[in-house]
């Protein structure tokens, strides 16, 4: 746990009883998720694992895409939030956390100086009206901001976070999920071996699980393809409601579940269509890797197929010899690989 972490998990710990409070977390804080509930504060998440590891510990706690809307104007006293990796998101937050607490009400902003803490706080201050910011040594921030009695600053730009909008003439999507107004190039690749793959599935009209979905990207061209039926699912509310969004616009009867890598799923696929996340918050995750992998072999049809796009640099070839049988790289264009994964062992 960094300095920044621990700073913010002593506020935590020390937040008064009874305070109406909110914490705001999202994938960066998951290690935190093992903090006891604390009376009056409340969590806001828009990661299916916090929200489902911190409701195990008994947190009052809400999963949405960062939704305030629950909690009235000028009801909070405190606000806990470690920035995010999103501009939009960030500014999102702080306009919402300045309406929702009350006049003398503390917002408190967490981060690293290179993840644009110090520019946050200052805007911040600008429209809360009062606030301190301490350094906490190996660049990190804590700032403690007070509402004043009037909102004296304009709401910051969020790109009108909230709002689901096109990006192409096939897909709708919004800020605050994955790569959100582009099309990514290793899910391009993996899309254009789709040709390689269909005519190796076992069945012409394929059962297929999306992991990691996004805003729908690799089902909707799935879909295209010919399928049976398709299962969506990933961790980032703003994901799921954008894929959603994306299956009814586009008359795709497939199913769209927020889950954590897909735990609560139990019916296998005879295709896995896999651009597994390679940040987990500011942090590279390798183990995140090998969880996708894993469950890809979990959800496989004993003939199915498995079909990955990763940076070139990933060794998914070793990490996936634990979990099958046979991998093979249809493409490798100098950034990214697709492989195509067979044979699934028994976990
Ligand atoms: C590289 S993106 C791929 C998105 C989409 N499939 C595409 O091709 O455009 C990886 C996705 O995995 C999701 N993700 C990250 N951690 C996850 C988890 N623990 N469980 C499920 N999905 C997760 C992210 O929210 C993100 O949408």
Redesign the pocket.
């Known amino acids: 746990m960094d300095l920044i972490e621990q700073t913010l998990l002593d506020q935590l710990n020390q937040h008064p009883a009874d305070l109406p409070g909110l914490w705001i977390a999202d ?1 960066n804080l998951i290690g935190l998720a093992s903090l006891a509930p604390r009376p009056g504060l409340s969590l806001l998440t828009n ?3 916090v929200y489902q590891a911190a409701q195990e510990m008994g947190w009052e706690v809400l999963y949405s895409d960062f939704d305030l809307s629950p909690w009235s104007e000028g009801s909070l006293q405190r606000i806990y939030y470690r920035v995010s990796k999103e501009k939009a998101v960030v500014h999102h937050l702080i306009n919402q956390a300045a309406l929702r607490l009350a006049p003398g009400g503390q917002l408190q902003l967490f981060g690293a100086k290179q993840e644009g803490t110090k520019t946050y706080f200052d805007k911040a201050r600008k429209v809360l009206g009062d606030g301190q910011l301490n350094k906490l040594g190996k660049g990190g921030f804590f700032g403690e901001l007070t509402r004043g009695e009037q909102l004296i600053g304009e709401a910051l730009d969020d790109r009108d976070y909230p709002r689901l909008r096109s990006i192409d003439e096939d897909f709708i999507s919004k800020p605050g ?3 959100w107004d582009k ?2 190039a ?2 391009a690749l ?1 899309v254009e071996q789709f040709d390689n793959i269909w005519p190796r599935l076992s069945q012409p009209a394929p059962k297929v699980l ?10 909707v061209k799935a879909f295209g393809q010919g399928v049976g039926s398709i299962l969506a ?4 509310a703003a ?1 799921v409601m954008a894929c959603r969004q994306n299956f009814e616009r586009l008359a795709i009867p497939g199913e769209v579940l927020a ?5 609560g799923i139990n019916d296998r696929h005879d295709l896995v ?6 940040h ?1 918050g500011f942090s590279v995750e390798g183990e ?1 890797t090998d ?2 992998i894993a469950t890809a072999a979990r959800l496989c049809n004993r003939d199915g197929l498995a079909a990955f ?1 990763v940076n070139r640099f990933i060794p998914l070839e070793r990490k996936a010899a634990n979990h099958f049988g046979k991998i093979e790289t249809l493409v490798d264009n100098g950034s990214f690989k697709v492989l195509l994964l067979s044979q699934p062992k028994k976990g």
């Not at 699912?233 to 980032?236: E, R």
């Not at 889950?259 to 735990?263: M, P, R, S």
């Not at 269509?273 to 390679?278: A, E, G, K, T």
């Open positions: 994938e990661r299916f694992d999920l994955f790569g099309l990514d290793g899910s993996l999306d992991l990691g979905c996004g805003y729908g990207y690799l089902s699912t990933d961790n980032n994901a889950d954590n890598c897909a735990a269509l896999c651009n597994p996340p390679f987990q995140l969880r996708f796009v």
